[in-house]
């Protein structure tokens, strides 16, 4: 769970929101909504770990695994399929290990690294990668097309995807329907529903916040309320 005690957040000289007091349940899906300027990005900031509160505290699990939507995409030659299947970043780091037991015949590490990877579900790494970007708009003859071949919005896309690869226990996610069509929306949609981790979810979207979270966090007025 997230647990936010007596918590002041301000960006610059602003203060965003005081006193904050609220706890996020492991498994929830939580809507943040609010004016824009009111501080829902910030607090997704405070727990990504890249800010810190002014005043109180926030505690988190130790070793949770949390994925989010990168707002810069790397600028590289590397297919869209490979760039979305790094997001998960323990299936790249096997491959790693795979590659370097095999330098060394080290055929115990070989055999135990290939067992982790078939609980992880490994093997289906291309497919599942594959499934998402079609859900999300990508032609099935694109996705092996160089990441640098993609437009700004595209990319967008090709980073929520490679969020949405990631095993995670916390996905934080913020407006991902800015660059979606009304299809991928309703597949985005469906898959948030099934997603089995905790879900913080900031969205202009009503509709598509009511038919996902079970809970909103609203903040106004310097005030952050459950």
Known sequence: MLIFTNLSLRR????????ANFTLQTGHKIGISGPNGCGKSSLLALILG???????NFSRPEGINIAYVAQETMAADVPALEYVIAGDAELIQIHQQIRIANQTNDGFAI???HARLETIDGYSANSRAAKLMTGLGFKPDAITNPVTQFSGGWRMRLNLARALMCRSDLL???EPTNHLDLDAIIWLEEWLRHYQGTLLLISH???FLDAITNATLYIHNQQATL
């Open 12 to 19: 610059a000289q602003r203060l965003l929101f005081a006193n």
């Open 50 to 56: 890249e800010i810190a509160p002014d005043i109180g």
């Open 111 to 113: 055999s135990k690294l």
């Open 172 to 174: 934080l996610l913020d």
């Open 205 to 207: 979207d009503r509709d």
